[in-house]
């Protein structure tokens, strides 16, 4: 029998919560199969009766019998979603993120993935590069989708040689198959000046057009500027910026009369550093790379235009902590918000000594950042912290400072805030949390097979 998963998390009141499922737990097999991950999980226990074999951290092994409802969960979630371990990257890319990071940084940031299961789950880019026997076909069985690929070019000897990987030229060939499928695909583009830009960039996005609607965009994310970016590459000049949009416009125009669909989509960053006004928001469509940095600022501008202005008696004193990118967005948010209350808000930018004050985006600041930046703050009330710049769990930043530590280094109240426009209003009104839990219903009996007495440190270890 495998590792299986280990519960971190069980829903009071739902089914795992009445099978007296708890954190540390770890599930085996579901019906004498192993499950690999949390999807497969999920599929296996789509089921009206189970067998879920459970291994409990005092080492007793149990077998709950159970009766339910096929479309009804179990309510258990995981420490790690894939319980078989991360899939990692077999490219040597020309401007690798993880190659660039600084050392003295948090563990997990070095690791390299490239698993089709984090990106189904999390909206991660992988490469194709890695894929096993069996994996499009468990994709399609499964329905993994949508699924997010990184392109930078549809060229077979730009790409390859962009990746560093000679399987890597077989892009045009594996995003069809996914497509053929009936897979949903996001592709992206990291624009490198000099590299996979101008004629070539027509050429990528014409053919990843040519798979639509399976293949249902194209984000397009200047290189980044950290100084450590390999020699030899460079980002987007000022004038490249502002050709990029004028291009990105002109195509975006031309693919809503031809296939009904903007399909290009550029990062808000293209247009920070061109110094132009983002695009109106309709322009985004459905905002289908958000997560990629692309459609961010439209749409966190679009609940502050709504809303008017925060009444006196609800604004609250505070510092907002950001990024230089984002400077400009927010002052004018808190403005239009606050009007002549304004003066509450104090607006603090933290610059990036991580990876080069060429980093604007928050979400790459490091704790030590946003300490330097506040210390020269003026108020010595509440900070408010974009969550992007903590891990997914909310407890790290990106060196392995805790929001806790920060707050008692600062020795003033940190809130950590959704990085929204209604998160930001909120905050400035005093706020609030929306929250919920479907119960579950079912029946089930528990069927205790055996104490395991033997050593088991490989599992035990991890309990």
């Given at each position: 029998?495998?590792?299986?998963?280990?519960?971190?998390?069980?829903?009071?009141?739902?089914?795992?919560?009445?099978?007296?499922?708890?954190?540390?737990?770890?599930?085996?097999?579901?019906?004498?199969?192993?499950?690999?991950?949390?999807?497969?999980?999920?599929?296996?226990?789509?089921?009206?009766?189970?067998?879920?074999?459970?291994?409990?951290?005092?080492?007793?092994?149990?077998?709950?019998?159970?009766?339910?409802?096929?479309?009804?969960?179990?309510?258990?979630?995981?420490?790690?979603?894939?319980?078989?371990?991360?899939?990692?990257?077999?490219?040597?890319?020309?401007?690798?993120?993880?190659?660039?990071?600084?050392?003295?940084?948090?563990?997990?940031?070095?690791?390299?993935?490239?698993?089709?299961?984090?990106?189904?789950?999390?909206?991660?880019?992988?490469?194709?590069?890695?894929?096993?026997?069996?994996?499009?076909?468990?994709?399609?069985?499964?329905?993994?989708?949508?699924?997010?690929?990184?392109?930078?070019?549809?060229?077979?000897?730009?790409?390859?040689?962009?990746?560093?990987?000679?399987?890597?030229?077989?892009?045009?060939?594996?995003?069809?198959?996914?497509?053929?499928?009936?897979?949903?695909?996001?592709?992206?583009?990291?624009?490198?000046?000099?590299?996979?830009?101008?004629?070539?960039?027509?050429?990528?996005?014409?053919?990843?057009?040519?798979?639509?609607?399976?293949?249902?965009?194209?984000?397009?994310?200047?290189?980044?500027?950290?100084?450590?970016?390999?020699?030899?590459?460079?980002s987007l000049t000022q004038d490249e910026a502002a050709r990029l949009a004028a291009w990105g416009r002109?195509?975006?125009?031309?693919?809503?009369?031809?296939?009904?669909?903007?399909?290009?989509?550029?990062?808000?960053?293209?247009?920070?550093?061109?110094?132009?006004?983002?695009?109106?928001?309709?322009?985004?469509?459905?905002?289908?790379?958000?997560?990629?940095?692309?459609?961010?600022?439209?749409?966190?501008?679009?609940?502050?235009?709504?809303?008017?202005?925060?009444?006196?008696?609800?604004?609250?004193?505070?510092?907002?902590?950001?990024?230089?990118?984002?400077?400009?967005?927010?002052?004018?948010?808190?403005?239009?918000?606050?009007?002549?209350?304004?003066?509450?808000?104090?607006?603090?930018?933290?610059?990036?000594?991580?990876?080069?004050?060429?980093?604007?985006?928050?979400?790459?600041?490091?704790?030590?950042?946003?300490?330097?930046?506040?210390?020269?703050?003026?108020?010595?009330?509440?900070?408010?912290?974009?969550?992007?710049?903590?891990?997914?769990?909310?407890?790290?930043?990106?060196?392995?400072?805790?929001?806790?530590?920060?707050?008692?280094?600062?020795?003033?109240?940190?809130?950590?805030?959704?990085?929204?426009?209604?998160?930001?209003?909120?905050?400035?009104?005093?706020?609030?949390?929306l929250g919920g839990a479907r119960r579950h219903r079912g029946t089930a009996k528990r069927r205790q097979?055996?104490?395991?007495?033997?050593?088991?440190?490989?599992?035990?270890?991890?309990?």
């Open positions: 029998m495998g590792n299986g998963g280990i519960v971190a998390a069980v829903s009071r009141g739902g089914l795992g919560w009445d099978l007296a499922l708890r954190p540390g737990d770890r599930v085996l097999a579901v019906n004498g199969s192993e499950p690999q991950d949390a999807i497969d999980l999920h599929y296996m226990t789509c089921a009206e009766h189970l067998e879920l074999h459970v291994l409990k951290p005092s080492g007793e092994e149990v077998l709950f019998d159970i009766e339910k409802d096929a479309d009804e969960a179990l309510g258990i979630e995981f420490d790690e979603p894939l319980f078989d371990g991360v899939r990692r990257c077999c490219n040597r890319c020309l401007f690798c993120f993880v190659d660039m990071l600084p050392r003295g940084l948090r563990d997990d940031l070095y690791v390299k993935d490239d698993d089709y299961r984090l990106s189904f789950l999390h909206g991660n880019f992988i490469s194709l590069t890695n894929m096993e026997p069996g994996d499009l076909e468990r994709i399609a069985r499964q329905g993994l989708s949508p699924l997010y690929v990184s392109v930078h070019s549809t060229a077979p000897e730009v790409r390859a040689r962009m990746m560093g990987n000679p399987r890597a030229a077989r892009i045009m060939e594996d995003l069809s198959d996914l497509v053929s499928r009936g897979i949903r695909v996001h592709a992206q583009v990291v624009l490198v000046p000099g590299v996979n830009d101008g004629a070539g960039l027509e050429k990528t996005v014409r053919d990843l057009a040519s798979l639509h609607p399976g293949l249902a965009s194209a984000g397009i994310v200047p290189v980044g500027l950290g100084r450590n970016l390999p020699r030899g590459l460079r002109g195509v975006q125009e031309e693919f809503h009369e031809v296939i009904g669909y903007p399909f290009v989509f550029l990062a808000d960053e293209v247009y920070i550093r061109a110094g132009l006004d983002f695009p109106p928001a309709y322009t985004y469509a459905d905002y289908p790379q958000l997560e990629n940095g692309i459609g961010l600022a439209s749409r966190f501008l679009k609940p502050v235009r709504r809303h008017g202005l925060v009444p006196p008696a609800n604004a609250r004193e505070c510092t907002l902590l950001t990024g230089v990118g984002a400077e400009g967005i927010l002052r004018g948010a808190v403005k239009a918000l606050c009007g002549s209350q304004s003066g509450k808000v104090e607006i603090v930018v933290a610059r990036n000594s991580l990876f080069g004050e060429g980093v604007t985006v928050a979400g790459l600041l490091g704790g030590g950042d946003i300490l330097q930046a506040l210390h020269s703050r003026k108020g010595s009330g509440r900070v408010l912290v974009p969550s992007v710049a903590l891990r997914s769990q909310g407890d790290l930043f990106l060196d392995g400072m805790t929001p806790e530590e920060l707050e008692r280094r600062l020795g003033s109240p940190v809130e950590i805030v959704d990085p929204t426009g209604r998160g930001l209003i909120n905050a400035l009104c005093g706020g609030g949390r097979v055996h104490a395991v007495q033997q050593d088991m440190p490989e599992i035990q270890g991890h309990s």
